[in-house]
């Protein structure tokens, strides 16, 4: 079903508008979060926002349909980094980390719609994103499929070891957060938190090295702590190491 006449929020014309998923659905159905009518649970802590069930994900009118399979290609090359394919090469499988060899352009347009429509979604579970300024600077990037440089709108990608029986089945946005003054937003999908730096730029060289690299090297931080815990003392190290930055 489409919703006739309306602006896609990506290309801006008036077209007929796709149900989108803010959330790619294959984050639901790899965490088996569907029943068998593809429905799942919402749970909010405001007794008056709960749902007990919602269907095939939390969608929006959001798109048009050439726009909806522009996403739909990075969803399905970013499906098969996250949860494996024989194509994806791994250089590094450690306790602390896992690296692999990936297409820059494709994963990293996927990182930026990612941010991108949580942060413009009118949905209640998405609200605490604010992308500001940047908003219309990413959809230019993704409607024009430029991903930029590596620090631009850089994502850091952790996977906590702790905990895993809970946070490996959930879906939920965790607001914004700063580190290095820089406004960042984080989520937690199936057990994997994405830390946005909301910036063109990144202060300190270890910040940098932490996001998807140019080359195509892509990193996930294995932690065995509570990833705010960890956000905060990348914060602290971070300020520490730069002290003029904030003078």
């Known amino acids: 079903m489409t919703l006739k006449n309306a602006e896609c929020q990506l290309c801006h014309k008036s077209e007929n508008l796709c149900n989108s998923h803010i959330i790619p659905e294959f984050f639901y159905e790899q965490m088996k979060l569907y029943d068998n009518k593809h429905r799942f649970n919402v749970l909010s802590t405001e007794p008056a926002r709960h749902r007990p069930t919602e269907?095939?994900?939390?969608?929006?009118?959001?798109?048009?349909?050439?726009?909806?399979?522009?996403?739909?290609?990075?969803?399905?090359?970013?499906?098969?980094?996250?949860?494996?394919?024989?194509?994806?090469?791994?250089?590094?499988?450690?306790?602390?980390?896992?690296?692999?060899t990936i297409d820059y352009k494709i994963f990293k347009l996927f990182q930026l719609s990612l941010l991108w429509r949580v942060g413009i979604s009118n949905q209640d579970g998405f609200s605490s994103v604010k992308l500001g300024e940047h908003g219309d600077g990413l959809r230019r990037m993704l409607f024009d499929e430029t991903p930029g440089?590596?620090?631009?709108?850089?994502?850091?990608?952790?996977?906590?070891?702790?905990?895993?029986?809970?946070?490996?089945?959930?879906?939920?946005?965790?607001?914004?957060?700063?580190?290095?003054?820089?406004?960042?937003?984080?989520?937690?999908?199936?057990?994997?938190?994405?830390?946005?730096f909301l910036s063109e730029s990144a202060i300190d060289p270890r910040q940098k090295e932490l996001f998807l690299q140019d080359s195509g090297h892509l990193r996930i931080l294995k932690i065995n702590q509570d990833p705010n815990d960890y956000i905060k003392k990348l914060a602290f190290d971070l300020y520490h190491s730069n002290p003029k930055k904030f003078e």
């Open 149 to 196: 440089s590596t620090e631009s709108y850089g994502c850091i990608i952790l996977y906590s070891t702790v905990n895993t029986e809970i946070t490996s089945n959930m879906i939920h946005c965790m607001g914004m957060s700063k580190v290095d003054s820089v406004e960042c937003a984080r989520l937690l999908l199936g057990g994997f938190f994405w830390l946005f």
């Open 55 to 100: 269907q095939k994900g939390i969608r929006e009118r959001l798109l048009c349909k050439q726009c909806e399979g522009k996403l739909s290609a990075w969803e399905n090359y970013a499906r098969r980094v996250l949860y494996g394919d024989e194509s994806i090469r791994i250089t590094t499988n450690k306790p602390k980390v896992i690296e692999c």
